[in-house]
C-alpha cells in the first residue's frame, strides 16, 4: 500500500536520497519496489457557509507535497463536479475552505491513499436544503462517483501523478461537515444527524460495493447568544457519545479567528486552522485508535464538591487564558453550575487528578434545586454579538497534543467542548 509523506521522509536518509518541494523533504514514491498498490479515497465535505469558506480569501495556495486531489476548478464545486479533472489540491484566490488543509495535515501525519475531497455546501441551509434528494448531496455522490470512475484501469492517469502503481479501489471513509448553525435550535437534529449519516454509508456502499460504515466529521457551533441556540451542539455531542459512534465531534469553533464583530465566519487563517483539526480527527479515527474530542466521560457529586472526568487529556489538562485573544480568561474558565432554584453557585474550579484529567468543581453551598446540571462553554444568560470578539461563549479548558498544523504552524490542542451533563 501506498505510504504519504511524513512517513516517507522518516526512512529517507536511510536511502540517502530526498527531493526538495518547498520546505518540505519528500522521498520518491518510485524509489521504493515494494510499494505497488494504492487505494482512492473519497471525502466530500458539507454543510453551510463555513463549508463554502464564506467571507474568506485563499491562503492555501501552494502546491503541496502529498496525494491530496480535488477538482482542476477548484475544491468549491457545490453540486457539479461530476466528470472533471483531478488535481492536487490548492485554495483558490477567492476563498479558503477546509479542503486543502484537512488533506495534508492527515497526509502529513502518515495517511495512506490518495485522497479526492471536493465542498458542495450550500451558505445558510438547514439541514432539509442540503439532505439526500437536494442537489447538494448529489453534489457529495458527484464526488464519489469521481472517485469510482478513477478506480477503473482505463481511467488510472486521471490520478496524477500515479507513479506506475497499481489503483486497487476506492471507498468513502468519511464525510466532512460544517453546519448547525441554521439549524441550532432544531429539536431534532441528532436524528437528522443519524439520518445523514445512514444515507451516505447507503450510497457509498451502492456506489462502491464498501462494506465500512461513513464517518461524518463535524464541528461544534460557537456563533451563539443564548442556551436555546446550543440544541444542534448538543446533538452532535450525543451522537459521539453514541456506541455506533457514526457522527463524530472534531472540536467547538469558540477558540478560532473570526472574520468580523458579529460575524460567524472564520477568518482565512481560521479556515485553515479548523481544517488540519478535521485531518488531525480523521486520521486517529480512521487509521488510528479511534478519534475523541477533549469531553466529559463522567459527573459526580460529594455535597458541594462536584468532579468532572474528561477524556482526551493528553499531556494533562491545562486552563489557558492567553495564548489566542477569543479565550481570554471567561468566569470560572467558562463553566457554569444551573438548577431550577439557582441553590448553589461556583465557588472554585481546579485542576485535579492524577494525570490532570479532572475539575474539582466547588459550589458556595450544597445545592438543593432540581435538575442539576454542569456546564461547559454555555453561559446562563444572553450575549451580544457573540461572534468575531473576545465575549463568546467558551472555556479556558485544553489538553496538551503536541501535534502542530502543517501549513498554519499552529499548536492542535483539543479545547474542552460546549457540553450539559447531570449532575446528581
Known sequence: MKIFALLLISIGSAFGQTLNVGTFNVFPITNFPFVTSFQLWAVPITGQSLANGASSTGISTNNYPYDAYTSENGPDQSGIFGGIQLVPS???????????????????????????????????????????????????????TNAFRNRNANEQSRVPPNYGLTLVGAIC??????????????????????????????????????????????????????????????????????????????????FLPYGAVGSPHLSSAGYQWIGEYYGKAFYKEILGTGWEPLRPISVTRSSAVITVTFTNTIGGLVFDTTSYPSVNQATNYGFNYVDDSSS?????????????????????????????????????????????????????????????????????????????????
Open 173 to 254: 471513509p468519511a464525510v466532512m461537515v460544517l453546519h448547525g448553525d441554521t439549524d441550532s435550535s432544531n429539536p431534532y437534529y441528532q436524528q437528522d444527524l443519524e439520518q445523514w449519516a445512514g444515507d451516505f454509508t447507503s450510497d457509498a456502499q451502492r456506489i462502491f460495493g464498501q462494506t465500512n460504515v461513513v464517518k461524518l466529521f463535524h464541528c461544534q457551533i460557537s456563533a451563539i447568544s443564548t442556551v436555546g441556540e446550543t440544541v444542534s451542539s448538543m446533538a452532535m455531542l450525543a451522537e459521539q457519545e453514541a456506541p455506533n459512534r457514526t457522527n463524530l465531534v472534531v472540536t467547538p469553533r469558540y
Open 344 to 424: 448553589a453557585t461556583i465557588s472554585s474550579v481546579v485542576i485535579s487528578g492524577a494525570t490532570s484529567n479532572q475539575l474539582t468543581i466547588t459550589l458556595n453551598t450544597t445545592p438543593t434545586g432540581a435538575n442539576k446540571e454542569i456546564r461547559g462553554a454555555i453561559w446562563p444568560t444572553s450575549i451580544p454579538s457573540p461572534t468575531g470578539t473576545t465575549n463568546i461563549m467558551r472555556t479556558n479548558l485544553r489538553n496538551q497534543d503536541p501535534t502542530i498544523g502543517i501549513l498554519s504552524g499552529l499548536h492542535l490542542y483539543d479545547w474542552c467542548v460546549a457540553f450539559r451533563k447531570t449532575v446528581p
Open 90 to 144: 490548492k485554495e483558490k484566490s477567492s476563498a479558503e475552505t477546509i479542503t486543502t488543509a484537512w488533506m495534508v495535515q492527515a497526509a502529513s501525519m502518515g495517511a495512506t491513499n490518495f485522497i479526492l475531497s471536493a465542498v458542495s455546501a450550500l451558505g445558510g441551509a438547514a439541514y432539509s436544503n442540503i439532505n439526500k434528494g437536494t442537489i447538494y448531496y448529489a453534489g457529495c455522490l458527484d464526488v464519489m
